[in-house]
């Protein structure tokens, strides 16, 4: 696993379920990553427009949240064309490449915290 403790960058992190939250969070902090938690895209929304610096958004989406998750992510890539994207959906274990914006990437449930580390890096680079 790459050294991640140097990235400084800053994650939005949107999640609903609060223990699955925890566990991304503490896993990003310990790689030196500054985390910024929102439960809701409408929150996520907010969080942008207050927090300049976020290069990430990593967004968990389920069928609980009022907006498609995917509807959220095309809406965020043509507002902030620089903030890269990391999707996962709790119930879908695929999406094809051109469902996802060109920014992003789909990560399939159960996260492989290696896995979500490098591709925040490669988004990060």
Known sequence: MNDHSELGSTVLLIVS????CRGIC???DEAGLRVVEVESP???WIALESTPDVQVVLADFDARMETS???LAHKLHKRWPAVKL?????????????EVP???CFLPRPLRVDIL????T????
């Open 69 to 71: 998750g995917l509807e």
């Open 86 to 98: 990391v999707l996962t959906l709790g119930r879908m274990r695929h999406l094809s490449p051109r």
């Open 102 to 104: 060109e920014n992003g």
């Open 117 to 120: 580390l490098s591709e925040i």
């Open 26 to 28: 503490r896993a990003l």
């Open 17 to 20: 379920e609060p223990v699955l």
């Open 42 to 44: 409408d929150k996520a």
């Open 122 to 125: 490669r988004a990060t680079s």
